[in-house]
């Protein structure tokens, strides 16, 4: 499997009552498509996925499989509280057969690096998947360290890291340590140019669900500088906070209607949603409307 280009951890519709809304996941993916992005990654973050039973993940999950699968890759989000929970969602993404996995570290129970390691290869090898570890530990509580890493580079099936630990001096040692074992995949939105400047090929950015044309062009140098001074304000206003919640609001604004996070998150208040719109209107042809042609 090759880690290249732009995949986008596809948010999770909810209609007025709080129920998946397959119909408007289905235009959120054809946008997405529509921009040009190379891939799709299944209940990450983004997507809400703490927040879905198994059941529901499986129904997001097969609708994007039914909508997207064969035209471009999709990554399964595997997280969970411990290796079982992990073990189901891993094995639902097998079931389903996707092209791949992206497994982050077991939230709260705050594993040791041995048995990250342990955690780790365990679902990997349950599903017999190309596997992207996903590094955030502000998220999770641990990080894959470098003591992590060390157990599971000689596996081949665990082709990369999406770092979006914050440290960008982590960048240049992943890279120069495991070349050719683990790519490294930006997981820093508004600090992209970084990871490309180091040869990083590869992005999976949760913004790209509202920006995804910006995000296409940015994998280009000669565009790149122009496209991200576009956008900065905007990434950097997402993630300062509130993340999934601006995320939706300005889907909403630019004519995707994705509703509102689950609870305990909410929807923006009016003063946070008029300076997004602010934001994205100051981004101008690099923040257009989403709705599919």
Request: aromatic share 4%; with cysteine; charged share 20%.
């Amino acid at each position: 499997m090759e880690l290249t280009g732009v995949y986008v951890p596809v948010i999770t519709p909810f209609d007025e009552s709080g129920r998946i809304d397959t119909v408007h996941l289905e235009a959120v993916l054809g946008s997405l498509i529509d921009a040009g992005v190379h891939g799709i990654v299944a209940c990450g973050t983004t997507g809400e996925a703490y927040a879905l039973s198994l059941e529901e993940r499986r129904t997001v999950t097969a609708r994007i499989k039914e909508v997207v699968g064969g035209v471009i890759p999709i990554l399964g989000g595997v997280g969970g509280m411990s290796t079982d929970q992990a073990l189901d969602h891993a094995l639902l993404a097998k079931a389903l057969e996707l092209d791949g996995l992206m497994v982050a570290a077991p939230a709260y129970c705050l594993p040791t690096p041995p048995e990250l390691a342990t955690h780790v290869r365990t679902v990997v090898k349950a599903a017999g998947l190309p596997t992207v570890l996903y590094d955030y530990p502000q998220r999770t509580g641990v990080s894959f360290s470098a003591e992590v890493l060390e157990e599971l580079a000689d596996d081949p099936l665990v082709i990369g890291i999406k770092e979006a630990s914050g440290d960008l001096d982590r960048v240049p040692m992943l890279i120069d340590r495991y070349a050719g074992a683990i790519e490294v995949v930006c997981g820093a939105d508004a600090d992209a140019p970084t990871f490309f400047d180091a040869g990083v090929r590869c992005w999976i950015g949760g913004i790209a669900n509202l920006l995804p044309a910006a995000h296409v062009a940015m994998l280009d140098p000669a565009q790149r500088a122009a496209v991200h001074a576009a956008i900065l304000p905007v990434l950097k206003y997402i993630e300062s906070g509130r993340y999934i919640s601006k995320v939706k609001a300005g889907m909403g604004m630019r004519g995707l209607t994705v509703g509102t996070p689950r609870a305990p998150l909410a929807a923006l208040d009016d003063e946070a949603a008029n300076e997004l719109q602010d934001l994205l209107d100051a981004a101008g042809a690099w923040a257009p409307a989403l709705t599919r042609p």
